[in-house]
């Protein structure tokens, strides 16, 4: 056996072992970063090492410093785990080594990019021929659909950005409700925006109509973009879209939706009508590798027309072999990455139409069990409605709330983090892995019930 062959049966045993590792194991990393420093040896080595060794020590040194994200008990952020067939068409990617920059060169990324495409735009309930790009994730997919929107609504004010650049030209307005995902200010910063201007948001932290149509009255025919949001991660409530975005086109502002993880209620048909009205924006964020489920790291840049994200993404080079069609490279930021598409294709070929209704309805379910849980417990209270898959819990004072998580941790059954919301400490979860079921959702709520009884 050659020694590259070895390295990979030892990748291949450490993997099944890791992923077998996750019923059971706590979900917390045992080890500090430290611990793994030590373990993995500081010293740069003087000579080779054979690939089967450097794949062993990394495993094992490694190990206890790995948290369970892809178990079914974690529940900290919005995470997501990997389903199986797209975890294995991930290792197929590695192998392969594609560059994924040019049709001409790899027609069958471009294959795949152009058919997982065309199946998200379908189950996401967006315009057929918007332009899909693949992110690495939600942050740069806000980044380069604001790109567009931002040398759009500054070519219609006579202003050419890639020509003649923002300094001296018009100004942008960019109203976001006051619950956005901190990502959308910086995807701003890095478009040399500045802050946005925040928008009244409700209790459950989706903007106001009403607030919204009186801030674009206050604007005048300044160019503008309105950024809302599907799937807030505090309460997994949307935004009303069917009225915002009615306004906002009205006072011909560009529409974007950062959709990180909520987008996905349009593939259930009982969750579909939290989007309603979402598809008339002009671009949409998401991610592939929370709810949908692929490894680490995908996102999703979708621009209702295409001409737009080339505008500002596409890139000429004599040396490239260009496609008078397109090519992934006209809809993203980066020249030369990884071949994303080829796990979305695979999750999706796997899980099929219904398979991702199940999975977004099994999702809210999961959620709306532990409403219910805690809503059970003495002393807890469940702060937002759960129409998703998030819940914000209070224990009583902030103390007491801070005093529950840090139990919940110490106790490694689940891992679950804090936040604020409203003016106060809360417990927040998020249910966004394929692989939990009813009984990890009963032992979280039984470690919960000893945090809070602690
Ligand atoms: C996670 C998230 C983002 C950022 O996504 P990344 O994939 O981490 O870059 C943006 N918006 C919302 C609502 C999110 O939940």
């Not at 021929?129 to 006579?158: E, P, Q, W, Y």
């Not at 489920?293 to 080079?317: E, H, W």
């Not at 937002?384 to 998030?390: A, E």
């Amino acid at each position: 056996m050659d020694a590259r062959e070895e390295a990979l049966r030892r990748a291949y045993g450490h993997a099944t072992r890791w992923l077998s590792s996750l019923d059971d194991r706590p979900v917390p990393a045992r080890a500090p970063v430290d611990e793994i420093v030590r373990a993995l040896g500081t010293a740069l080595p003087d000579g080779p090492s054979s690939p089967a060794d450097v794949v062993d020590l990394l495993a094992t040194a490694c190990e206890p410093g790995l948290t369970a994200f892809p178990g079914g008990r974690f529940y900290g952020f919005v995470i997501g785990g990997t389903e199986p067939a797209a975890l294995a068409a991930d290792w197929l990617v590695s192998a392969w080594d594609r560059n994924c920059v040019m049709r001409a060169v790899s027609p069958a990324y471009a294959a795949v990019e152009d058919v997982a495409g065309s199946w998200l735009l379908d189950l996401l309930g967006l315009p057929g021929d918007s332009a899909v790009g693949f992110t690495t994730g939600a942050t740069m997919a806000n980044f380069t659909c604001l790109a567009a929107g931002r040398d759009a609504v500054l070519r219609r004010a006579g202003r050419d950005v890639a020509r003649d650049g923002l300094a001296g030209g018009p100004a942008v307005r960019v109203l976001v409700g006051e619950d956005r995902h901190i990502t959308v200010d910086l995807a701003l910063r890095y478009l040399g925006l500045g802050r946005p201007e925040p928008v009244a948001s409700d209790g459950e932290g989706r903007i106001v109509p009403e607030a919204l149509r009186s801030a674009l009255a206050a604007g005048g025919r300044i160019p503008t973009i309105v950024v809302l949001q599907a799937g807030d991660i505090h309460t997994g409530a949307f935004d009303p879209f069917v009225e915002t975005v009615r306004a906002a086109r009205a006072a011909d502002a560009w529409v974007h939706v950062d959709g990180a993880f909520g987008l996905w209620a349009a593939a259930s048909p009982r969750y579909a009508h939290l989007t309603a009205g979402c598809a008339d924006a002009d671009s949409w964020a998401t991610d592939a590798h929370k709810t949908l489920n692929v490894p680490y790291d995908c996102g999703l840049a979708i621009v209702r027309d295409p001409s737009t994200v080339r505008a500002s993404m596409g890139l000429q080079g004599d040396y490239l072999i260009q496609d008078e069609y397109g090519d992934p490279i006209d809809k993203v930021p980066e020249l030369s990455r990884r071949g994303r598409a080829f796990t979305v294709w695979a999750a999706l070929r796997s899980l099929g139409r219904s398979g991702v209704a199940d999975l977004v309805e099994r999702l809210c379910r999961h959620a709306r069990a532990f409403g219910t849980g805690i809503a059970g417990i003495d002393g807890a209270s469940v702060l937002n409605d759960v129409v998703f898959t998030q819940v914000c819990a209070g224990f009583g004072s902030d103390e007491r709330t801070d005093g529950v998580l840090a139990r919940l941790l110490a106790d490694g059954t689940v891992w679950i983090s804090g936040s604020s919301w409203r003016g106060r400490r809360v417990m927040r979860i998020s249910v966004s892995n394929w692989s939990t079921t009813d009984e990890d959702v009963t032992r979280a709520l039984g470690a919960i019930r000893r945090a809070s009884a602690g």
